[in-house]
């Protein structure tokens, strides 16, 4: 929290036998992020990367051989998740065998669940089109017994019945319209068989959708439905009796059937990660990015697995050589509480920050909350928002972070619904603690720009800590740094003093003028006069003003003209606070007045209910995107902007899930 986890550079030589022990022990670790050994300075001594690709098509194989049968059986259940992970080497004899046995007893009822499957449908579809043909009372027998005429059925657009009539003028032939399906005519059309093509070309230039019958269809039209709604119920019968058997075998190999599917999956990502070593001869070498507190525990497992055959190093970051250069970048591990953790997925959203940073993800959540809370306070909506939450957490795994946001939310709408004294827009049931938004306006105000300063304050603060952190320290005097921050703090110390008092002293008037001239001189002139200095280090004799020196003052005070303003925009923005609060209880009394417009129109409280509970699911839907949209906005623009420069890597696990 506050920072991310502090890593340690790991390096680790092992012989090829004992590779997969060291990748298996390095998979129930997890937190290990690989560096192609090729891209370091390890990899100038002639480590090439390799992997076992033989090995890796196996499991390829295995992994497409349980997806079928996952995808066959349609387990629910949850597994209960890998507790040791397998060495690729050795586990892969053990899954064939367990995927074979599984598919000794499944394969062939699966097959016949799906041959049965087919034939249902095949029959579906075929009574479907001898019905259209049904009114007719047709003999296919005879029909096809007939020497000198030929026949075909179809589906045509009545508006082309016209111009198909109209293309077969000049042929002897016989169209009979027998029913009619959405918009088309079931046509039965007749040529003599010499006029054959004739009639196919002419049916197809009018869009004619041939009702095609099987070679094994005879006798009429009704006693083949009959026939074929037997064997249709007779496939229903012997699918039921599969779907069941079917059911068992779900209940007797689903759960272990997702267990070996994510050990293989998890197999096929070690062995893909073989990519980033480096190899000569039959010595592995392995590089990497590890927490420190996990390094000794790690080396202990790998030496007593080997029986110390490997090679287990690990080196200070500020030892190496490409970090301090700023080549390569330490990848950012959060460390954040499991309420905090889900506003991760926003911070990365802005960036992931550097490793010498502050990491905002606390002060993210915390001033998150609080916005959202002031905007959309009500208790009725936030035990609303609170539900979804949680049948989100429960029900939508990919998705539960979002779900724990959203119940967080709903506890913060709620606190400050009760301040507010809101249940559902209704603001006599309770006093309110705090204040009726729309009671006093004014004081609302004030204290939304308030929050505001207090929130930019606190990014000021953090870009001062990153500032020192990261040894920039010229920055201290720019707009952005020491020099902004008290001038924007004097302004507002004015202010308050103004509002508390209703006047300054000459004194204090006089004060901030000075004060105010300096920080705006100082700000101008620093970027000026670091140039200078630096090109009077780098030329022994120096008299002279470097070229461009009026223009880059010129450029120097619009930059901070352009800041201070920005920063006054800053605080004002946050009114938006107020009038989103003011918004969420002006939407409660539009949909309160139209409810009693509904009773005195149609009488009777029915109606009047209704209407309040589909304004309340409106304003819940629309302000509760829109509040949301703001506050992202809030916190990136009017937040992160003061101190987030991002940049950095993200830390990438070693296992994931794919």
């Known amino acids: 929290m506050f920072r991310p986890v502090k890593l340690t550079r790991l390096t680790i030589q092992a012989p090829e036998d004992q590779i997969s022990a060291v990748m298996a022990i ?41 997806n079928r049968l996952l995808r066959d059986l349609g387990p629910t259940d949850p597994s209960s998740g890998i507790r040791k992970v397998p060495r690729p080497d050795k586990a892969v004899f ?42 007719a009372g047709i003999d296919l027998d005879r029909l096809d017994d007939l020497k000198y005429v030929t026949w075909r059925a179809g589906l045509i657009p009545e508006e082309n019945l ?32 010499e006029d054959e093509e004739v009639l196919l070309r002419a049916l197809k230039s009018a869009f004619c959708d041939p009702l095609e019958l099987p070679p094994g269809i005879h006798g009429t039209i009704e006693k083949a439905l009959d026939r074929l709604s037997d064997e249709l119920e007779h496939l229903k019968t012997e699918l039921a009796g599969l779907d069941t058997e079917g059911a068992e075998l779900t209940r007797k190999y689903g759960t272990r059937l997702k267990y070996l599917r994510e050990e293989i999956l998890l197999a096929r990502q070690l062995l893909k990660a073989q990519a980033k070593f480096g190899q000569i001869d039959h010595t592995y070498l392995l590089t990497g990015w590890i927490p420190v507190a996990l390094f000794e525990e790690l080396k202990k497992r790998i030496i007593k697995a080997t029986s110390g055959n490997v090679l287990v190093d690990q080196v200070d970051p500020k030892d190496i050589k490409e970090v301090r250069s700023g080549i390569l970048k330490i990848p950012i591990l959060f460390n954040n509480p499991m309420l905090i953790r889900p506003f991760e997925r926003l911070t990365t959203l802005y960036g992931t920050p550097s490793y010498e940073e502050v990491e905002p993800t606390v002060f993210l959540a915390v001033s998150f909350l609080l916005l959202f809370g002031m905007m959309f306070g009500d208790m009725g909506h936030g035990a609303i928002l609170c539900g979804i939450g949680y049948y989100v957490f429960r029900k939508m795994y990919r998705y539960i972070d979002y779900g724990i946001i959203l119940m967080e939310c709903g506890v913060s709408s709620m606190i ?21 938004p729309m009671d006093e306006i004014n004081r609302f105000m004030v204290m939304s720009a308030f929050l505001g300063i207090g929130v930019i304050s606190l990014g000021l603060i953090l870009n001062l800590i990153n500032v020192i952190r990261q040894h920039r320290y010229g920055e201290l005097l720019s707009t952005s740094g020491l020099a902004g921050a008290l001038l924007y703090w004097l302004g507002v110390g004015l202010v308050a003093r103004y509002l508390l ?66 920063y006054l925009a800053n ?54 995107m829109v509040v949301s949209i703001q506050t992202i906005r809030l916190e990136y623009y009017e937040f992160f902007s003061k101190f987030f420069r991002g940049g950095g890597k993200p830390f990438q696990p070693l296992l994931e899930e794919e």
């Open 26 to 66: 390095l998979g129930d670790l997890r937190l290990l992020h690989l560096i192609r050994v090729e891209e370091t300075h390890l990899g100038h001594l002639g480590y090439v990367a390799h992997i076992d690709t033989s090995l890796l098509e196996h499991y390829d194989s295995l992994l497409a051989r349980a």
């Open 94 to 135: 053990r899954l064939e065998e367990d995927l074979a046995r599984i598919e000794t007893e499944a394969l062939e009822p699966l097959e016949r669940k799906k041959k049965a499957k087919n034939a249902i449908s095949e029959h579906e579809a075929l009574i479907a089109r001898l019905q259209l043909l049904e009114p």
């Open 162 to 193: 016209n111009k198909l009539e109209q293309s077969l003028v000049d042929t002897h032939h016989t169209l009979i319209p027998i029913g009619r399906k959405e918009r088309r005519a079931v046509l039965l059309a007749m040529s003599l068989k």
């Open 416 to 436: 400050f619904g009760l301040l507010y004294g809101s249940v559902f827009g209704m603001e006599n049931l309770f006093p309110a603690l705090w204040m009726h």
């Open 501 to 566: 008092s209703g006047g300054l002293s000459p004194f204090e008037v006089i004060f901030a003028k000075v004060a105010a001239g300096a920080l705006i001189i100082l700000m101008i002139l620093q970027r000026p006069v670091r140039a200078v200095l630096a090109q009077r280090r780098k030329e022994e004799k120096w008299r002279h003003l470097p070229p461009g020196f009026g223009g880059t003052i010129l450029e120097s005070f619009i930059e901070v003209l352009d800041d201070l303003l920005r």
């Open 571 to 624: 605080t004002v923005s946050f009114v938006r606070v107020a009038a989103f609060a003011l918004t969420h209880a002006g939407l409660f009394i539009a949909v309160f007045s139209l409810a009693d417009m509904v009773r005195g129109v149609h009488g009777g409280g029915l109606f009047y209910w209704v209407t309040l509970i589909i304004g309340n699911v409106f304003i819940i839907a629309l302000e509760g």
